[in-house]
C-alpha cells in the first residue's frame, strides 16, 4: 500500500474532523476513486483509515483500534468480490471481441452473390439483433434463364445459430450444379440438417425460384413465414403460403410446391419472422404495416423496397431489434 | 406537498454546493446516513457530468412529504450537445475501470427511478427520484 | 438494512472487543459472506459497524463517529462497484450458457466416427482451451483396406474458430466418396478454404493414411505441426515433415506427401501446436517430454497413450490449457 | 531457515486453531495487519474445504526466513476423493455468488503463489505462498 496515499487520505480526514463540511467530502470521494482504479481494496482502505486515525488523533481508545481489526477481517470478502470484477471486466471485453471477429467471419463465410438477373430486379436487407446473425440468404443463379433464393431462419440467435447456418451454406453449395425445383431444394437440405443437428435445433427456410422463359416464380416452404405476392394489376398483395415442416425434424418429408406467375411491375417479398411478428412497447404491430409500407414505395426498386420496410419498422421498435431481420424482393421489371 | 430548492452549476464549487443542498433535503426528509451519502453522491456525478460536458446547467432538488410516499428527486438539466449513443452510456462494466466515476449506470444504482430524455443540439434532462422506505 | 444483521453484527463485535480471540473473526468473516449473498453494500457495513460501536462503548469519542461518516463517503463507489460485479455476473452466465448450446451443436454438428479397424488401434484427446474447440479431427474410413485422418487447427480460438470449422467438415464430406491420396485431400479442403474465407483466417491441417494392405501409412501437411513415428525397433521418434503452405492463403499449392511402414509396435502421433508448445510460468516445455511421456506407456493402448500425454501436459500447465489441445495416435497392433 | 508447524483438520474448531496459527506466524514473519487478515482468510478456506470435503487432512505452516526471501507457505493436504474438475474449480465468477466462499480462485487471489496436486481417489495438495515485501 502506498505511503503518499496514506498521508493523503490522513489530510483529507483531519480535514473532515475538524470541521464537517461537504468539500471535504467531495475530495474524499473523488480521492476513492483513484483508490479502485489503483485496485486499493476495501480492506485496504480500513487499514488506512485506522493508521491515518491514529495519527490524528493519538489517544483513541483501544476497543475502537480492535473494532477496526475486526472490520477489516469483514471486509477481506468484498475485496476479494472487487478483484473477481476486475477479472470479469476483462474477460468480457475479450468476448466481445471474439464476436466481433466471429462476426466478420460469418459476412466472409456466407456471402452470397446477388444474381445480376435482366428483367428481374432483386434487393434484399439483413440485419442481426445481436452480433451474429441467425437469418440467412442463399442466391444461386444456375445459368442465364433461372434466379434462385433460399430464406432460412435458425431457431435461436447467436452463436449456435451461425454454427448451424455455415452448414445451410454448405448444403446449398453442393446444390449448384443441380438445376433443382423448390420441393427438391428443400428436400435435400432437411436431409443434411436431419442428420447433423440435434432434435433441439430447427430451421424454417422458403425457396424461390423465378424463371424468365415463362415468369414463373415457384416456390416451397418449410415452416417459414408466408411470401408475399404484389399484384400489379390488381394493387393488392396475395399471401404464397406452401405446406412443409421444418428442417431437421423428420427425415423425409413432403414439400408441397406451388407457383405464381409474375406480370410487369409484380414483385414478391419473402422474409423472416424478424419482419413479421414486430413488438413494440404496445404489444405486436399488425401485419398489415408492411403492406402499407411496401405499397408506399411500390413503384420503387426492389432495394429501396426493401430498405424502407427496414427503416420504417426499425423506427417503430426504438431502433432496437428483437430477432434478426431479413427481406428479400423479386420484381419484375 | 413538494418543496424545490436548486443550484446553478457554472463551476466545481457549485457541485459542492448542490451536494451540500441534496445532502440536507436527504436528511430532512429523514434518509439515514448511508443514503444521504448515496443521494449526495448521485448529485455530484450528475452535477459534474454537467461541468464536464455542458458546461453549465442546473440542478434541482425536490422533496416530496406529507401523507404518500416520501422521498427526494433529483433534477438534472442541461442545453449541452445531447448524448449521442445512450445505449451505450447506460452499459455497464465501464464505470470502474475508466475514469469516468459511477457513470449513469452508477446514477440509476444509487437511486430508486431513474429516466433520460436528450435531443441532439437541445440538451439533456435526467430524473431520479429515492424512496423512504 | 435489516435490522437483525445489525444485531447479531453487535454480538459478534462485542465479544471481539472483550476478546481478541480468532474464534471471534472467524465467526466474523463466515458473516460477511452472508453480507455479499445478501447484497448488503460495503457502506452499509461501516454503517453497521458505527451503530455496534455505539451500542458496545457508549462513550466513543465524536472524532471516532466523525471518521466513519467520512469512511462511508469513500467506500460508496466500492459499493457501486460491487453491485455492478452482480450484473456483471449475471451477464456472464447468460454467455455461459449461449456457449454451453454452441459448444453441443459444435459436438453434433462435428462428430466423427473413429475407425473400428483391425490391426490398428486408434486414441484420441481433444480438448477445447475455453468453451469451443478450434482444433478439429475428422476420421474417414472409406473401405475395409484404408484409414485416414485429418487433424486440424484453426488459427485464433473460440467462435470465429468454430464457424471456419463446419466449413472444414463439410469440405472433409465431399471426400467422403473419393478413394484420395492425402496430398489431393489437402489440395481439395485448400480451395474450399481459400474460396469461402477472408485473408486473415489460416488453418493448419495434417492428413495421414493407413493402408492395410502394406501397412504403409501415407501423410501430407498444410504447416502443421510435424508428427513423430515411434520405431518399436529401434525404441525411437522420427519427425514426419511433409512441406506445404497453410489452407486458404492461395489457391493452388503443392502439397508434398510421403510415406513410412509401420511395423508391429510403431505408433505414430498427430498432434496440434496446443501439445508442442505448451508453457509454462518457467517458459516453453522442452519438446522431448512429449516423447519421454509416450515411451513410459508405449505398450499401452492407443487411448491410454493420448489420454496420459494429455493429463501429464495439461497438470504441467496447473490445469489451465493456453491453447486447444489435439492428439491422435495410429498404433499398429 | 524454515519453520514449520502444523494443525490436524478433523471439526470446525480446527479451522479456528488452523487460522490462529497462521495469524501468529505470519505476525512473526512481519506481515501488517491487513496481509496477517488475507493469510488467516486463505487458511480458512482451504482447512474448510478439507473439513466439507475430504473429512480431515492437515494444514502446515512453513515459516521462510533468513537473508533471502521472507514469507509464508500454506500446505493444505488431504487423502480425500480428489478434485474431480480442477479447471472447473479454479474458473471465477461463482466466488461470491455461491455459498462456496472465498473458493480456490480466492486463496489463489490472497497469496502469491499457488499450486494444485490432486488424483481421484488419492487426495489433495495445495500448496500456497505469500512473500513479504
Ligand atoms: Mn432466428
Ligand atoms: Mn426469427
Ligand atoms: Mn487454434
Ligand atoms: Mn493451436
Not at chain 1, 266 to 283: P, S, Y
Not at chain 2, 14 to 26: F, K, M, P, Y
Amino acid at each position: 500500500m502506498p505511503r503518499i496515499v496514506g498521508k493523503e487520505y490522513k489530510d483529507l480526514l483531519k480535514r473532515y474532523i475538524t470541521s464537517q463540511n461537504e468539500e471535504n467530502l467531495y475530495f474524499g470521494q473523488q480521492f476513492s476513486r483513484e483508490f479502485i482504479e489503483k485496485e486499493i481494496s476495501p480492506e485496504e482502505v480500513i487499514s488506512i483509515h485506522k493508521n491515518a486515525l491514529v495519527d490524528v488523533f493519538p489517544d483513541v481508545p483501544d476497543k475502537v483500534l480492535h473494532s477496526f481489526d475486526f472490520l477489516i477481517e469483514m471486509m477481506i470478502h468484498y475485496g476479494l468480490a472487487l478483484r473477481e470484477h476486475q477479472s470479469l471486466i476483462r474477460k468480457q471485453e475479450e468476448i466481445q471481441m471474439e464476436m466481433n471477429v466471429a462476426a466478420k467471419v460469418q459476412d466472409t463465410l456466407l456471402k452470397t452473390k446477388k444474381p445480376d438477373f435482366k428483367e428481374l430486379d432483386i434487393g434484399f436487407v439483413t440485419e442481426p439483433a445481436k452480433k451474429i446473425n441467425g437469418d440467412y440468404i442463399y442466391f444461386l443463379n444456375d445459368n442465364c434463364s433461372e434466379a434462385s433464393v433460399a430464406v432460412a431462419d435458425v431457431m435461436g440467435k447467436g452463436i449456435p445459430a451461425a454454427l448451424c447456418m455455415s452448414m445451410i451454406k454448405f448444403g446449398m453449395d453442393s446444390l449448384r450444379n443441380e438445376n433443382t425445383s423448390p420441393c427438391n431444394a428443400l428436400d435435400i437440405v432437411n436431409r443434411i440438417v436431419e442428420k447433423s443437428v440435434d432434435d433441439s435445433m430447427f430451421i424454417s427456410m422458403f425457396y424461390g425460384k423465378y424463371d424468365a422463359r415463362d415468369a414463373s416464380f415457384s416456390y416451397a416452404s418449410a415452416g417459414h413465414e408466408p411470401a408475399l405476392h404484389y399484384k400489379a394489376s390488381e394493387g393488392k398483395f396475395v399471401e404464397l403460403n406452401a405446406k412443409g415442416l421444418l428442417l431437421g425434424v423428420h427425415k423425409d418429408v413432403e414439400y408441397e410446391e406451388k407457383s405464381v406467375i409474375l406480370e410487369e411491375g409484380d414483385f414478391i417479398a419473402m422474409m423472416t419472422d424478424g419482419v413479421t411478428e414486430i413488438r413494440t412497447k404496445q404489444g405486436f404491430i399488425d401485419e398489415e404495416i408492411i403492406q402499407s409500407i411496401m405499397l408506399e414505395v411500390k413503384e420503387r426498386s426492389a432495394q429501396t423496397i426493401a430498405e424502407t420496410v427496414y427503416e420504417r419498422l426499425s423506427q417503430l421498435q426504438d431502433f432496437q431489434l428483437r430477432d434478426d431481420f431479413t427481406i428479400v424482393i423479386f420484381k419484375k421489371e | 406537498m413538494e418543496y424545490r430548492s436548486s443550484v446553478d452549476i457554472h463551476s466545481e464549487w457549485d457541485i459542492v454546493a448542490a451536494r451540500q443542498l441534496g445532502r440536507n433535503e436527504a436528511k430532512k426528509s429523514g434518509f439515514g446516513t448511508v443514503d444521504q451519502a448515496r443521494i449526495t453522491t448521485a448529485i455530484s456525478e450528475l452535477a459534474r457530468n454537467i461541468y464536464l460536458y455542458a458546461g453549465k446547467g442546473k440542478i434541482e432538488i425536490e422533496r416530496h412529504t406529507g401523507n404518500g410516499l416520501r422521498g427526494i428527486t433529483i433534477i438534472a438539466s442541461d442545453s449541452g450537445p445531447g448524448i449521442p449513443d445512450i445505449r451505450k452510456v447506460m452499459e455497464d462494466g465501464f464505470s470502474t475501470s475508466g475514469g469516468l466515476g459511477a457513470g449513469m449506470p452508477g446514477v440509476k444504482r444509487l437511486m430508486d427511478e431513474f429516466k433520460v430524455d436528450t435531443e441532439a443540439g437541445v440538451g439533456t434532462i435526467i430524473t431520479a427520484t429515492k424512496w423512504l422506505r
